[in-house]
């Protein structure tokens, strides 16, 4: 990973992971991509790019923990470092019962519901770098900061479907999450939830335009994040400025119960991810 450039994508989930692959390996952010444009200064060479919580079709590396297979066979990008496609998740498919969608033999809802950033923190065994001075483990808060991206904490509690629920305990099993057990134990979804809206983790990362020259900006707490996380260089963001972009062709949510495969797909895509059981968020070249 050494003198790899990242491309951030629009949320804490992406920013933190790319924080910690900068603590960790030196990376520089050189791309900003909002899921409709990519922002740039140069180009460089593919094999040194990097994706961070995005979904790339093409071979890029990238680590994404998004599902990228409408069916099982689905070919994927073989660079990607994603924990569902290791695990082989895909949309399935529904079976229509008295006009509805009320039976699914996919299994979309075994997936890793978690976010990049406990992937990258226990692929590379990342958890101690974040250590607060004199602490043998995380905090508590550091705890509940660290499950606020995706929500990874919301598996944990009664899901809507059982499948999700022995989803949660498997890859929290599998990446070695269990040291978030006694938060989960002793808080309520909703007290999680109330945490990640107060302390403005659920917001977005996006650009300004001044004159032709894209400069980045966010309503994320970074004043409460680098209060916790210390180690990590989160007034980083201030300083990241665009001049060059390119416009894809958006296509969000596009209704994809009519596809096999997504290789029905005609067009060029950049990006693809399956967003629901009944929906994929891609962009395509112009």
Known sequence: MENKVLILTNDLDSYFSCLVLRYLFGCEIAYFYDFSTLYYNRKHERNNIVGVDLAIEECFQTFCTHIVKIHKDDKVNPLSININIAENIHRGKFIRYNGKFNEFDGNYLSKYAGSTLLMILSLYDAFKELHLAGHTELTETQKKILMSPDSYFLGYYLPSH?????????????????????????????????????????????????????????????????????????????????????????????????????????????????????????TIYR
């Open 162 to 282: 059982w499948e999700s629920h022995i989803a949660f305990r498997k890859f929290q099993q599998l990446l070695g999450l269990e040291m978030f057990n006694d938060v989960l134990r002793t808080h309520t979804k909703q007290q999680l939830t109330s945490f990640q809206y107060i302390n403005k983790l659920k917001k977005s990362i996006y650009v300004v335009d001044n004159d032709g020259q894209y400069k980045l900006n966010t309503e994320l707490n970074l004043e409460f994040l680098k209060e916790h996380f210390p180690m990590l260089e989160w007034d980083y963001i201030n300083n990241i400025t665009f001049s060059k972009k390119y416009e894809f062709q958006q296509m969000p949510k596009q209704n994809i119960l009519h596809l096999e495969s997504k290789h029905d797909l005609e067009d060029r895509v950049f990006s693809f991810a399956v967003t629901g059981q009944q929906e994929a968020q891609m």
